[in-house]
């Protein structure tokens, strides 16, 4: 099993900057790529980004091209987004996940393992 634990979220105004952080343990060769999704109140879980372990391949969703960055430091096996200019519309629980396929995919039903969340709050 894998486990992702996410932190660094809070309560920022328009236009501040926040950086999440995902730690994996557990089988952690067992996962190839990660990514990060959100969900707002009401809505479904949304893809925001991914990045692939080996080949450090990334994929953004358009909403947050050019203002999120997503990294990793293998050796931690930890995985961060960086959210910059942000927006009272980025206002969701932000989750990590991890998947086995070998490949970066925005698609939430090929992420096998979820971390518990983290609320990013951005008043206007």
């Known amino acids: 099993q894998v486990q992702l634990v996410e932190s660094g979220g809070g309560l920022v105004q328009a236009g501040d900057s926040l950086r999440l952080s995902c730690a994996a343990s557990?089988?952690?060769?067992?996962?190839?790529?990660m990514g990060w999704f959100r969900q707002a109140p009401g809505k479904g879980r949304e893809f925001v980004a991914a990045?692939?372990?080996?080949?450090?391949?990334?994929h953004y969703a358009d909403s947050v091209k050019g203002r999120f960055t997503i990294s990793s430091d293998n050796p931690k096996n930890t995985v961060y987004l960086q959210m910059n200019s942000l927006k009272p519309e980025d206002t969701a629980v932000y989750y990590c996940?991890?998947?086995?396929?070998?490949?970066?995919?925005?698609?939430?039903?090929?992420?096998?393992?979820w971390g518990q969340g983290t609320q990013v709050t951005v008043s206007s």
């Open positions: 557990g089988r952690t060769f067992m996962t190839t790529a």
């Open positions: 996940a991890a998947h086995t396929l070998g490949i970066v995919t925005d698609r939430v039903e090929r992420y096998r393992y």
């Open positions: 990045i692939n372990w080996r080949d450090m391949n990334t």
